[in-house]
């Protein structure tokens, strides 16, 4: 057994109130892209510029047409074994909640219960107006129809994805997320680049964290223990590194 692995589940197996923060990279094993991929789907588009506020309210052509193209290929994915793994974390009491930046609802299907999600989620649309929420669908039926932008049925707002864009303003969730933190005395970041603003002060508070990520990020120097691997491999490592030495609670 990989000796990080054991550490990580010796901090986790020894914490009183452990969390779980995630990014893009815990999805790109169910086949979703994260955004800063060399090899990813959109790596021709700039995929952080396209779905912003600046193109839904300045090219709205080209954010539904395009952009909204690009979220429609987060939907119909299935939870991985990480996304399962930290799902079966949270039934044994090992991890309190998900804080996670995705907006594919992979963890709620692989059965997290506690999720917050920092930047919406792709289950619905809302006016920009009078605040109305409708299922997501309805932006894709007027999509079809080229009626760009989507008209609220209520008032003469706009229908936009209930997703927190890169130049957008956050959600009441980022305070409960703020609040998990300091209830947290261990975190572990599955596949977060930790470069995303202000996602990635949030682990700042917390005193002891792990980070499971392929590449390198800005909080690996004060981490307890960094793994530079697959998230789904990591995941199932632990999972059977922690029920083998039969010490779940
Ligand atoms: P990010 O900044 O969270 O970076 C992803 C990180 O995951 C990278 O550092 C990469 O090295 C790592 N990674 C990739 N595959 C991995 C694997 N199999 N195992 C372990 N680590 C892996 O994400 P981003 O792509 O820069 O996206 C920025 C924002 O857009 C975030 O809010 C993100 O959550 C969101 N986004 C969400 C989804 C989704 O909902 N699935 C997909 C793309 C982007």
Redesign the pocket.
Known sequence: MNNSIAMLARLLLDSEYAIVIS???I???SG??????SNGLWKNQDALELLSLKTLYGDPWRFYDVGFELLKS?LNKNPNEAHKVVAKLEQMGLVKSVIT????GLHQMAGSKNVIEI?GNLKHSYCDSCGSLFPLDMIRKSVDKKRIPPPCPNCRGVLRPNVVFFDDQMQDSFIAAIDETKKADFALII???L??AP?AYLPSSIPSIGI????PTPYDSRSQVVIRD??VKTMSGLLDEITGNGKQS
Do not use: M, W, Y
């Open positions: 990014g893009a990279g999805s790109t094993e979703i892209p994260d955004f800063r991929s987060f930046q995705n907006i594919d930047h596949g977060s680049s470069q995303v996602a499971l990520n392929l590449t697959k998230a």
